[in-house]
């Protein structure tokens, strides 16, 4: 979850990465600062990192909450699995809504497409979700979505994100 999109938006580079050498390796790297989105291109289908050994600062610092708790001998291990098996269901019910709604927008995190498809509703910009679906059934999938988006923000907030 920390590389899929569902806990970040982004990875910014910080001072001493190489951001020739990762786009070299074939990050999307861009901008003056250099970031690149998430989900990221480095993630494989066995959820490992392609460029591991050459992973940004970012990428080496990150330590969820949950494992820092299980560092510190808050939290055991399984508990802690259970915590990410639930939490992953609940992107996935997420990421299951957001397609039946018709957003095919794979390659945006998480917030990203939320709040694109918030503006789309805000703005009556449905026109093209209304080929599969009736404006009753998108407006009821929007409410779901949202609901499901603010118990993952809430699970992601008390148990991921490290305090400050
Ligand atoms: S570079 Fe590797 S560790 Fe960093 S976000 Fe991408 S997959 Fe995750």
Same mark, same amino acid.
């Given at each position: 979850m920390?590389?899929?999109?569902?806990?970040?938006?982004?990875?910014?580079?910080?001072p001493g990465? !190489?951001?020739?050498? +990762?786009? /070299?390796?074939?990050m999307?790297?861009?901008?003056?600062?250099?970031?690149?989105?998430?989900?990221?291109?480095?993630?494989g289908?066995?959820?490992r990192?392609?460029?591991?050994?050459?992973?940004?600062?970012?990428?080496?610092?990150?330590?969820? +909450?949950? =494992? $820092?708790?299980?560092?510190?001998?808050?939290? !055991?291990?399984?508990?802690? +699995?259970?915590?990410?098996?639930?939490?992953?269901?609940? /992107?996935?019910?997420?990421?299951? =809504?957001?397609?039946e709604?018709?957003?095919t927008?794979?390659?945006?995190?998480?917030s990203?497409?939320?709040?694109?498809?918030?503006?789309r509703?805000?703005?009556g910009?449905? !026109? /093209?979700? $209304?080929?599969?679906k009736?404006?009753?059934? =998108?407006? !009821?999938?929007f409410?779901?979505?949202?609901?499901?988006?603010?118990? =993952?923000?809430?699970? $992601?907030?008390?148990?991921?994100?490290?305090?400050?």
């Amino acid at each position: 979850m920390c590389c899929n999109g569902v806990l970040f938006r982004d990875v910014e580079l910080q001072p001493g990465d !190489d951001a020739g050498k +990762l786009k /070299a390796l074939g990050m999307p790297v861009r901008g003056k600062v250099g970031k690149f989105s998430q989900p990221c291109t480095a993630l494989g289908e066995d959820c490992r990192c392609r460029i591991y050994a050459d992973r940004p600062t970012r990428c080496r610092q990150f330590e969820c +909450l949950l =494992l $820092l708790d299980v560092i510190a001998g808050e939290t !055991d291990v399984d508990p802690a +699995l259970k915590i990410i098996r639930s939490t992953r269901r609940k /992107a996935d019910k997420v990421l299951k =809504l957001m397609r039946e709604i018709g957003d095919t927008n794979e390659k945006s995190s998480v917030s990203v497409r939320f709040r694109k498809i918030g503006i789309r509703f805000e703005t009556g910009d449905i !026109d /093209a979700w $209304l080929e599969q679906k009736s404006e009753e059934e =998108l407006y !009821d999938l929007f409410g779901q979505l949202t609901l499901a988006v603010h118990e =993952l923000n809430g699970v $992601l907030n008390q148990k991921f994100y490290p305090q400050g």
